[in-house]
C-alpha cells in the first residue's frame, strides 16, 4: 500500500512539475529571458525536492512513529497549491490564462 500511494504521489506531482514549466513561457510572455530565468531558478529549487522530502519524513517517523501527519499536510498543501494555481490561471476571466 505504502509503495503504490508513493508512486501515485510521484506520478501527480510529475504531472504537476510538467504543467508548471509548461506555464512559465505564458506567464511570462513580455519577457523570454524572465521567463527563463524563472524556469532555471525553478529547475534548482526543484532538484531539491527528492533530498527535502527524504529528511521531512524521516524526522516525522522519528517525532511521531509513522508519517500519516506529513501525508495529511502534504494532501493539504498540494489543495490548496491547486486553488490557487486555478485562481490566477485556469479561471474564466484571469489575466494569464494558460
Do not use: D, H
Not at 508513493?6 to 519577457?31: D, H, K
Not at 524556469?39 to 534548482?44: C, K, L, R, S, V
Amino acid at each position: 500500500m505504502f509503495v503504490g500511494v508513493i508512486l501515485v504521489m510521484f506520478f501527480f506531482t510529475g504531472v504537476g512539475n510538467a504543467g508548471t514549466f509548461r506555464q512559465y513561457p505564458i506567464i511570462f510572455s513580455e519577457n523570454q529571458r524572465q521567463a527563463a530565468g524563472v524556469i532555471g531558478w525553478t529547475a534548482a529549487i526543484a532538484a531539491f525536492g527528492p533530498f527535502i522530502f527524504a529528511v521531512l519524513i524521516g524526522n516525522n517517523i522519528t517525532a511521531n512513529g509513522g508519517a500519516n501527519q506529513f501525508f495529511i499536510g502534504l494532501i493539504i498543501f498540494t489543495i490548496l497549491a491547486t486553488m490557487i494555481n486555478w485562481w490566477f490561471y485556469n479561471r474564466r476571466g484571469c489575466e494569464k490564462p494558460s
